[in-house]
């Protein structure tokens, strides 16, 4: 049984920084794009980042180009988001997912999720 279980959400002041981890279990994803989303009350889930678990090609949603960084550690099975300068407008729940397609933005295409962390920037 696959599992991702994200942590490391929490309140946060604007301008500071919050690292979220997601924890594999179950299998390994080769080839696989693992991605970063977040869901605003009143919003759809929107992409954030993305990274090929081979290769470590990474991708970003303009809003958060230059201050989140998507990293893994292929050894623990675990996939980051590094948030820096986070602003109010970052509040969400965050989910990790992964996808075994090359469509990573797009959240239908994703076949694992996470349950989602709350991050909360206070302004």
């Known amino acids: 049984q696959v599992q991702l279980v994200e942590s490391g959400g929490g309140l946060v002041q604007a301008g500071g920084s919050l690292r979220l981890s997601c924890a594999a279990s179950?299998?390994?994803?080769?080839?696989?794009?693992m991605g970063w989303f977040r869901q605003a009350p009143g919003k759809e889930r929107e992409f954030v980042a993305a990274?090929?678990?081979?290769?470590?090609?990474?991708y970003y949603a303009d809003s958060v180009q230059g201050r989140f960084t998507i990293s893994r550690d292929i050894a623990k099975n675990t996939e980051y988001l590094q948030m820096n300068r986070v602003k109010p407008e970052d509040t969400a729940v965050y989910y990790c997912?992964?996808?075994?397609?090359?469509?990573?933005?797009?959240?239908?295409?994703?076949?694992?999720w996470g349950q989602g962390t709350q991050v909360t920037v206070s302004s």
């Open positions: 179950g299998r390994t994803f080769p080839g696989y794009a």
């Open positions: 997912a992964a996808n075994n397609g090359p469509d990573y933005s797009d959240s239908k295409r994703y076949d694992y």
């Open positions: 990274i090929y678990w081979s290769g470590g090609r990474t």
